[in-house]
């Protein structure tokens, strides 16, 4: 089984894109991939890429050809829909590709355009991630769904509207140097405290933004890069899926997220690794009682101890374990579709030592990213290590 080795990556600026499409987003993010890996074109073998709402949001599905063909590419492409977790899995099944021996290049990543929605449109959109019979129906929203999640754990483990606030501070701070990121501004807790009430006991500064976005990642066999002189010096060496029941009323316990618990073990064990080997972080924090139920499941806390990490300063830049030093979705930003490949495409930039918060992690040798679909009934971890 060959190796697995990020040759390139790439992104576009997450925000608002007004009067772009979505290819036009998905070609930046797959070119500067391109150029970054010195890979010919002719060279990818396939296309996986990522889209959840481009249906609802440009009208437009069959996407991956389009997306192909926007990025100059002479091939196949497959779209991935694991709602907010889509990139996740389109870099998984590139990964499981190159290590089967079937390719030797593919490019991986994902897109979403959902600014030139109004906000009720975007969350009625994204609420097609739910259990549409036992949740939609009855008017359930992600806000509300993890507004529950976090109640839950309150009850069960403690923690306060603090506790979440830290969060949000720490990722806003990661995020000012980060050119790609949407708020690239500092918040207080008192501002994460005032901001308006969504679903209690989240806040509007609990919660992600609403982003147009693309990435994209170039994965090559070892042997390939051994072949063409590609300097790619980050590996992906594991990787791991999991699943839980859609609907919230039907999980065993609303305040821990079991997928990503098994997706996590897989890609340790895929590894070789384990939770105490890892450097660095970028976990799914599309609200910030998210993150807390992440560092848990990745095995970094035990239950009831994740939300208070970044309160006590475990999980900032300058902690033990750096969590989100791209800013996380809460700052950087969540186009859905393309987020999983972000994660990936910044924790590379940190491990290879391009990134603006690499100083943090100067000495980093292994990483994890974590990425989450809806209220985390799919998610999908991987495994970066520092290979030469």
Do not use: W
């Not at 190159?98 to 990543?109: H, Q, Y």
């Amino acid at each position: 089984m060959t190796g697995v080795r990020v040759a390139g990556v790439g992104l576009t600026p997450f925000g608002e894109h007004d009067g772009r499409t979505g290819r036009d987003l998905f070609a930046e993010a797959a070119l500067a991939a391109l150029d970054d890996a010195e890979v010919p074109r002719t060279d990818v073998e396939h296309l996986n890429y990522g889209n959840f709402m481009g249906a609802l949001a440009e009208r437009q599905g069959h996407q991956a050809p389009l997306m192909a063909e926007a990025a100059g590419l002479q091939c196949a492409g497959t779209r991935y829909e694991e709602a907010c977790a889509s990139a996740g899995v389109a870099v998984r099944e590139a990964v499981r590709a190159i290590r089967s021996g079937e390719a030797d290049v593919l490019l991986a990543g994902g897109m979403e355009r959902m600014t030139n929605l109004s906000t009720p449109e975007v969350t009625e959109s994204l609420a097609v991630a739910a259990d549409e019979l036992f949740e939609v129906r009855a008017g359930v929203t992600f806000p509300g769904a993890y507004a529950l999640m976090a109640r839950r754990y309150f009850e069960q483990y403690g923690g306060s509207r603090e506790d979440l606030a830290a969060i949000a501070v720490k990722n806003h701070a990661n995020a000012v140097p980060n050119e790609y990121a949407q708020y690239q501004r500092e918040i207080t807790v008192e501002d994460a405290l005032d901001s308006p009430p969504v679903a209690s006991p989240l806040h509007l500064l609990d919660a992600c933004p609403i982003t147009d976005g693309a990435s994209a990642l170039v994965l090559v066999s070892e042997e390939y890069a051994a072949a063409n002189d590609v300097d790619a010096p980050v590996a992906v060496t594991g990787t791991g899926q999991g699943g839980d029941r859609a609907a919230l009323q039907d999980r065993d316990d609303m305040a821990q997220t079991p997928a990503a618990a098994d997706a996590a073990a897989e890609a340790y064990a895929d590894a070789g690794v384990d939770a105490d080997d890892v450097d660095v972080a970028e976990v799914h924090d599309c609200f910030t009682i998210a993150e807390a139920l992440a560092l848990e499941a990745l095995g970094f806390y035990d239950p009831g101890d994740g939300v208070g990490a970044a309160r006590r300063g475990e999980t900032t830049r300058d902690g033990d374990l750096p969590v989100n030093l791209s800013g996380g979705l809460k700052a950087k930003g969540h186009p859905v579709g393309a987020t999983g490949g972000s994660q990936l495409a910044e924790l590379t930039r940190l491990l290879r030592g391009d990134h603006p918060n690499s100083d943090a992690v100067a000495d980093a040798e292994v990483g994890v990213t974590h990425n989450a679909g809806g209220t985390v009934a799919s998610a999908v971890v991987h495994v970066l290590e520092v290979a030469e």
